[in-house]
């Protein structure tokens, strides 16, 4: 091990100002020499650990990339790897230096794994959730921040099984639910509420599980708070609003159709937006349902909205759905819907939000644009 020094003594410092992102080996090999050396046995006395770590602190910014990766491979899981270098190799700007590191060596903090499951990339996350062992914590952080590949190496990992508290979280993340809902929901990791929530992301084989848990939850509630006269104001009200409904359906103003489901639900401007995709017209069926609206009132919107994509057949199973759904049921799907639309503004970056209501915005001002022009076009003939 002593002649790791020769390496020492022999480098220029010029080689020690190199940029990590240099494609040439300006360090000559040297770094991987005394690394290959030093990885070939185990048993290093404390200045030969210290000599090893000045010279990888020196060469490593200078050293080519495909020798880092080479280092990093023979070093991450090498039981006497300084500490110093090995966050240094984690944290490389290169993804397959650092998943090494990553993936193999016990040591690293949990401070940097925490920070990796959170800032990405997922190349990454995917090393971490293959480790040998993870913390609590680092499972909580990649259920909240993962890709659905890095999702579903831990679904698929005998020794991990998610909390109640990373099944909330994945509940939640309507992109993971989509892409791996029979899988969570295989595994039990997809609550009832979960379930609900994400009624509109799911695969058709769960949204019936979906909709008996939101059955259930209903019958639950009505027995614990038997149903009450309806205000005369609120049926009023409801009663506009079905009438706003249809206006809009016979024109087949998408937008204005979209605004008014969120003004009486309560949702927000991209799950009404979503409400009126082509193939999500069972969810549109349980929004209208929710407002107790007649299955002739449903028909016309589902046929005005749906009816240029969908086949007779289609329409006919939709027009079938909201016959079985019951009222109370599609309060209950609708009110996830809208917890989960308050979730992702709590939680989430306000841009979405904004964005929505500067385009609910813009179609009011065009709206008003065009009355006023209308009225100036009147004021003329007069």
């Not at 929901?185 to 009624?199: E, I, R, T, V, W």
């Not at 409801?238 to 087949?252: F, P, S, V």
């Not at 007779?312 to 009222?327: K, M, P």
């Not at 209950?332 to 503004?345: E, F, I, K, P």
Request: glycine share 6%; hydrophobic share 40%; proline share 3%.
């Amino acid at each position: 091990m002593r002649q790791i020094t020769r390496f020492n003594k022999s480098v220029p410092n010029s080689a020690f100002q190199k940029n990590t992102s240099d494609s040439i080996a300006s360090d000559r090999g040297i770094l991987l020499d005394a690394t290959e050396l030093f990885a070939g046995r185990d048993g290093h006395d404390i200045e030969d650990k210290k000599i090893f770590l000045e010279l990888a602190r020196n060469l490593l910014p200078a050293t080519a990339l495909k020798d880092r990766r080479r280092i990093a491979s023979l070093l991450a899981s090498h039981p006497e790897m300084p500490d110093d270098l090995l966050e240094r190799l984690a944290t490389d700007e290169d993804e397959l230096t650092a998943f090494s590191a990553l993936r193999y060596s016990p040591r690293l903090s949990v401070d940097l794994l925490l920070e990796i499951a959170k800032t990405g990339p997922d190349t990454l996350r995917k090393a971490i959730a293959n480790r040998p062992s993870l913390r609590e914590s680092v499972i909580n952080s990649l259920c909240e921040h993962a890709g659905a590949g890095v999702i579903q190496i831990l679904l698929d990992r005998n020794d991990i099984i998610l909390s109640s508290s990373h099944q909330t979280k994945l509940s939640r993340r309507s992109e993971i639910v989509a892409t791996l809902g029979l899988e969570l929901a295989g595994q039990d990791a997809l609550s009832p509420d979960g379930l609900m929530s994400q009624f509109l992301h799911l695969p058709v084989s769960l949204k019936a599980k979906a909709v008996a848990s939101a059955e259930m939850t209903s019958l639950v509630k009505q027995a614990q708070a038997p149903a009450k006269a309806e205000n005369p104001r609120l049926n009023t009200s409801r009663l506009k609003l079905i009438d706003g409904l249809m206006k809009k359906a016979l024109t087949q103003n998408r937008s204005g159709l979209a605004d008014l489901l969120g003004q009486g639900l309560g949702l927000s401007q991209t799950t009404c937006d979503l409400l009126l995709q082509k193939d999500q017209g069972d969810g549109l069926v349980v929004a209208l349902k929710s407002l107790n609206m007649t299955a002739n009132q449903v028909s016309v919107v589902v046929i005005r909205m749906f009816g240029d994509h969908l086949a007779l057949a289609d329409v006919r199973a939709l027009l079938r759905f909201h016959r079985t759904l019951s009222v109370g049921a599609a309060k209950v799907l609708v009110g996830q819907w809208m917890l989960q639309d308050q979730t992702l503004d709590a939680t989430g970056p306000h841009q979405g939000t904004q964005y929505q209501d500067s385009k609910r915005a813009e179609r009011q001002a065009k709206s008003t644009i065009k009355e006023e022009g209308s009225k100036g076009i009147r004021k003329s003939r007069l």
